[in-house]
Every structure is written in structure tokens, then in C-alpha cells.
T-cell receptor
Framework: EAQVTQNPRYLITVTGKKLTVTCSQNMNHEYMSWYRQDPGLGLRQIYYSMNVEVTDKGDVPEGYKVSRKEKRNFPLILESPSPNQTSLYFC??????????????FGPGTRLTVL | AQSVTQLGSHVSVSEGALVLLRCNYSSSVPPYLFWYVQYPNQGLQLLLKYTSAATLVKGINGFEAEFKKSETSFHLTKPSAHMSDAAEYFCAVSESDSWGKLQFGAGTQVVVTP
């Protein structure tokens, strides 16, 4: 089954404690990206990756890191989380082409609370 | 930089009536444009995308959108609303002529009334 998995689904942590949210896809997709969703602010892209070892900043990259060492995985790293990073996070992947049939698959989301 | 404006943060439509969600963009390059949907307490889905091929794009669940360069618009429509269309809809534009950095609109909440 084609899917994007994220772990953990829920996380409560404290300020400054490093954490990683994992994202993995099983579709051999080139393009992967991370988004955060906040009430009143909608969706904002954090980072994206066009291919292995190719990552670039989205709209709100501050306080986040990513890596793309292999095609299937695109972890989101918060080196020193702060309360303003409390949010709902989504990972997504697609082939990254113009093809009509190329759609984007989303993970189920990770709800992060930083105290 | 590219930007997206969605007109109307809330839209109420009667069941069976036309659904029209407005999206205007600014872009310095031929854009990729996207519509996403988020059903209540669920994740995100890509409804459709425009990638400079046909200007009328058909998506899932009976939705379609028309790219109008002269109006810098990419409005989403569905001829007949169903109760299951109640959701939040987001328009997005790519900052290049491909997938890449995406800018999202603020979203439009659609309520469908019987």
C-alpha cells in the first residue's frame, strides 16, 4: 500500500530537548516536504527536498533542520524546540513531475506540544 | 516572491448548489498551482494541480479549476455541492515552474447546508 508514515503521531516535550520527527515513504518519490499547520495561519512549508541530498528552505525554516540521505526518509529535526513550535506537522511526498497523474501523498500528521 | 490570496475565509453553500472558491496568485514565472482539501479532523489531500498543460484541470471528487493567466486566477469549482464537501480548502503556488517551494493561501472553510 502506498503511504507516507510519520512518527510519533503525538509528542509532548519541553523547551530545549532535541527531537526528531521521522517521515518515510514507500513510493520511490523524489519530492518530499514538511509543513506546519497552525490555527489562523493555515499551512506553511518548512523545508522541501527535490531529491536525495538536495534540500531547501520553505517559508518558515527557522528552528528546524532536515536531511535526505536516502530517498525514502526525510526526518524533521528540532535541535532546541521552543513553545512557538507547538503545531501540527505534516510530511508529504510526490514524484515531483508535471504529469497529471502525479499526486502528493500526505502523512497522518504529528501533533507536537512544546512546554 | 510568489503569493496567493484566497477570497473569503468562510463560504456557505447549499447542498446541490455550485461551489466556487476563489484563488488569485502573483508569480514572476509560469506557475504550478495547487488546490488542497482537509476534511474535518483528517489529513490533507491534493485535489488537483496546474502545471502549464491544459488550463482546465479536473481533480478528485468532482472538483475542477481553471487557470486564467490574464486574471492571475485559479478558482476551484464543483457544479453541485454535497454534504461531504464540507472541509477546509487551500490554494498554493510554487515559486518555480515545478514542485519546490510552495506558498499557501490562508484557506477557505466550506460549510454545506441542507
Amino acid at each position: 500500500e502506498a503511504q507516507v508514515t510519520q512518527n510519533p503521531r503525538y509528542l509532548i516535550t519541553v523547551t530545549g530537548k532535541k527531537l526528531t520527527v521521522t517521515c518515510s515513504q514507500n513510493m520511490n518519490h523524489e519530492y518530499m516536504s514538511w509543513y506546519r499547520q497552525d490555527p489562523g495561519l493555515g499551512l506553511r512549508q518548512i523545508y522541501y527536498s527535490m531529491n536525495v541530498e538536495v534540500t531547501d528552505k520553505g517559508d518558515v525554516p527557522e528552528g528546524y533542520k532536515v536531511s535526505r540521505k536516502e530517498k525514502r526518509n526525510f526526518p524533521l529535526i528540532l535541535e532546541s524546540p521552543s513553545p512557538n513550535q507547538t503545531s501540527l506537522y505534516f510530511c508529504a511526498s510526490s514524484l515531483g513531475t508535471a504529469a497529471v497523474t502525479d499526486t502528493q501523498y500526505f502523512g497522518p500528521g504529528t501533533r507536537l506540544t512544546v512546554l | 516572491a510568489q503569493s496567493v490570496t484566497q477570497l473569503g475565509s468562510h463560504v456557505s453553500v447549499s447542498e446541490g448548489a455550485l461551489v466556487l472558491l476563489r484563488c488569485n496568485y502573483s508569480s514572476s514565472v509560469p506557475p504550478y498551482l495547487f488546490w488542497y482539501v482537509q476534511y474535518p479532523n483528517q489529513g490533507l489531500q491534493l485535489l488537483l494541480k496546474y502545471t502549464s498543460a491544459a488550463t482546465l484541470v479536473k481533480g478528485i471528487n468532482g472538483f475542477e479549476a481553471e487557470f486564467k493567466k490574464s486574471e492571475t486566477s485559479f478558482h476551484l469549482t464543483k457544479p453541485s455541492a454535497h454534504m461531504s464537501d464540507a472541509a477546509e480548502y487551500f490554494c498554493a503556488v510554487s515559486e518555480s515552474d515545478s514542485w519546490g517551494k510552495l506558498q499557501f493561501g490562508a484557506g477557505t472553510q466550506v460549510v454545506v447546508t441542507p
